[in-house]
């Protein structure tokens, strides 16, 4: 007799959260756990801008003018993606960022859970504007994790070190309202619709277990087979 084996449904994931919240470290890590595809539109946006494509060019234009690129141009960049991963797991970050993305990517697909890190605003405030760094080497210092010997000095050089523009108070408070204006509907959208799971926390390592106990109910961990294997 043939074991018939069942093969478990694709997921379909997304994951939210505001700047500094936390999400590249948590999507490097359900990607080495469950082994989805990770679908970045950030990254995607770069890579169309530095290859010059048509999409990159427009998105280029709005992006230089200071504004927002407009729903229909992401929508088409990421559903295009997407269609190639059909065949695969995979989790989308930074799309959708508004109501009319979210129903346009609804119609072309079913999407099963949408992980939202909710990390209060003030402890976002304390972690990004703790960012210094030492321009003509790049060296990046956390006055919080990993600060300077010397308070605003390059361990190295003794050069003086400079906050980049996107971490200063005033700047992170912008985009943390921005994200909020822009994105709260979208939670909402997926809150209604029974899809939405907020991990709330202040520290990364403390939220990932949650969020790993609850992948682990959708997917297996891959990186157990992958240690398992003889080497």
């Not at 907020?198 to 992948?215: C, D, M, Q, R, V």
Request: proline share 7%.
């Amino acid at each position: 007799m043939g074991s018939s084996m069942v093969v478990p449904p694709l997921l379909r994931a997304v994951i939210m959260g505001p700047p500094g919240s936390g999400k590249g470290t948590v999507s490097a890590r359900i990607i080495k756990h469950f082994g989805v595809k990770h679908l970045s539109s950030g990254d995607l946006l770069r890579d169309n801008m530095q290859k010059k494509t048509e999409v990159g060019i427009l998105a280029k234009s709005y992006i230089d003018q200071g504004q927002l690129i407009p729903d229909h141009i992401m929508t088409q960049l990421m559903l295009n993606e997407i269609k190639r991963l059909d065949q695969h797991n995979w989790l989308l970050d930074g799309f959708p960022r508004t109501v009319a993305q979210a129903e346009a990517l609804d119609k072309e697909c079913h999407i099963d859970t949408v992980i939202d890190l909710d990390v209060p605003f003030e402890t976002i405030k304390c972690r990004l504007t703790a960012r210094w760094i030492h321009p003509a080497s790049g060296r990046v210092y956390n006055l919080e994790f990993s600060p300077p010997k010397v308070k605003g000095i390059d361990d190295i050089t003794g050069e003086p070190l400079v906050q980049r523009d996107d971490d200063k108070p005033e700047t992170v408070s912008k985009r943390l309202q921005a994200y909020d204006a822009q994105t709260k509907p979208v939670l909402e959208y997926y809150r209604k619709k029974g899809l939405l799971k907020s991990f709330s926390g202040t520290e990364t390592n403390k939220i990932w277990p949650h969020i790993y106990a609850f992948l682990q109910t959708k997917l297996p961990d891959v990186s157990q087979k992958d240690a398992a294997k003889p080497r």
